[in-house]
């Protein structure tokens, strides 16, 4: 496949997919669930050849329990599909309106960026949820799974794009990049491609950000922390630091890091540890730690700045507030981090001055989700602070344009004084 033939293609119909109505793209959504519920179990056929070749080639648990797609997964996106649908249009939306002069208007207007790449992890129902967000967004998506997925993904794109067509939208809407060579060719293509949004590991994105031309979303990695105060609440810390860790752990938004204010742990860490132990997770520590609690002692000459993206985690000893929030912004990766108190001079300092995308208070930092926020689904987290930050919805994927309506006005009489401008913000 020539990437650069087809991401040509893809920015000649991106304007006709951006002025496609709301119901023909909300009819494509719903066309996408239909179809993915009717053809399950070829989904699940493929989905388990993939397992197969994972366990034969030896690939990490944390890779293989994304890459598993079943009836649990094929629920979620189906929920995230219904919910995408039911949000409103993020398409021209007036953001702006103002009269520079009597029949001279300004409008700013959302509007689809355009055409995206999107470059991410072995996980089927990553496809779908980046997939149906371009298409309710109005963006072109070309899609490069991982490998791990090659036959779930070939289904699960075949059936959206025959769904999507079905319903109206442009053939060349959507694109699927399978060869690993067609992302160094996509890299190139910064005259047809508006943004790319890599997905995985810190070097891969770093590598990414230095080979190309096109604007680049995303985050490296996820190293969240909790941070749990003098004055915490055992009942709500407790729930929510195992939920953080157990509930996903290989995802980017799972807890890597505890930190535990220096005057409670004596009391603190062995219950912590005992609810810990029993989901079954393995405690890693400073020696100071385990000078509390039997733990897999962390050498002093090993950065902070560790995802671990299984169940295990590092505890550490703070003396104050301010020394959490110092770790935080030096071994975080600007995610999503928490605190757990009921002080709330406390939170709200933590809140204002820890830089994350994500800051919370007395919850689980597996609430970084675009789903959770009512987003529909997410193509991604981003830790940038330009453009779109945290979980990238439908939101992140608009840009704006500005329309001027006139009846004839010209630049020269305004410099010359003839006339001049009232700016009056319209209703």
Do not use: W
Not at 64 to 73: A, I, M, T, V
Not at 300 to 323: N, P, R, W
């Amino acid at each position: 496949m020539n990437i650069k033939e087809e991401t040509r293609k893809m920015k000649l119909a991106s304007p006709i997919l951006a002025a496609a109505s709301l119901e023909k793209r909300n009819h494509a959504l719903a066309l996408i669930r239909e179809s993915l519920l009717a053809s399950k179990e070829e989904i699940f056929a493929a989905n388990h050849k993939d397992l197969a070749l994972a366990e034969e080639s030896g690939i990490a648990p944390a890779v293989k329990k994304r890459l598993k797609f079943d009836e649990g997964k094929l629920a979620d996106v189906e929920a995230e599909l219904t919910g995408l649908i039911a949000l409103p249009d993020p398409i021209d939306r007036v953001t702006l309106a103002r009269e520079l002069d009597e029949g001279l208007s300004l409008y700013r207007v959302t509007c689809p960026i355009g055409v995206i790449g999107v470059i991410f992890e072995a996980r089927p129902d990553a496809l779908v949820q980046i997939s149906s967000l371009c298409l309710k967004s109005g963006n072109c998506a070309i899609l490069k799974g991982g490998k791990e997925t090659t036959y779930t993904n070939r289904v699960l794109f075949r059936l959206i794009q025959k769904a999507a067509i079905a319903a109206g939208l442009p053939e060349n809407a959507l694109l699927q990049a399978e060869q690993h060579n067609e992302i160094d060719e996509l890299l190139e293509c910064h005259e047809s491609v508006d943004l790319l949004i890599p997905r995985g590991s810190n070097a891969f994105v770093q590598y990414i950000m230095s080979h190309t031309a096109i604007p680049v979303l995303g985050h490296a990695d996820g190293v969240c922390h909790i941070y749990v105060d003098k004055d915490y609440e055992e009942e709500i810390a407790i729930p929510a630091i195992v939920d953080a860790k157990v509930q996903y752990p290989a995802a980017c938004n799972a807890v890597e890091t505890i930190l535990v204010h220096r005057s409670i742990a004596k009391d603190f860490l062995p219950k912590l540890a005992r609810a810990l132990t029993d989901a079954g997770v393995t405690i890693r520590g400073t020696k100071e730690v385990n000078d509390i609690i039997p733990v897999d002692v962390i050498p002093e000459s090993e950065s902070f700045h560790k995802e671990y993206l299984s169940l295990t985690l590092a505890i550490k000893l703070i003396g104050d507030l301010d020394e959490a929030i110092s770790h935080i912004n030096t071994f975080g990766s600007h995610h999503t981090d928490c605190i757990m108190t009921k002080n709330e001079a406390a939170a709200k300092r933590f809140m204002a001055l820890v830089d994350s995308a994500g800051v919370y208070q007395n919850a689980s930092t597996r609430f970084a989700d675009g789903f959770r926020y009512g987003f529909g689904a997410e193509v991604g987290i981003s830790t940038s602070k330009i453009h779109a930050r945290g979980p990238v919805g439908l939101e992140g994927l608009i840009s704006y344009k500005y329309k001027l309506f006139g009846h004839g006005q010209i630049v020269g009489d305004y410099a010359s004084g003839k006339k001049q401008f009232h700016f009056k913000d319209l209703k």
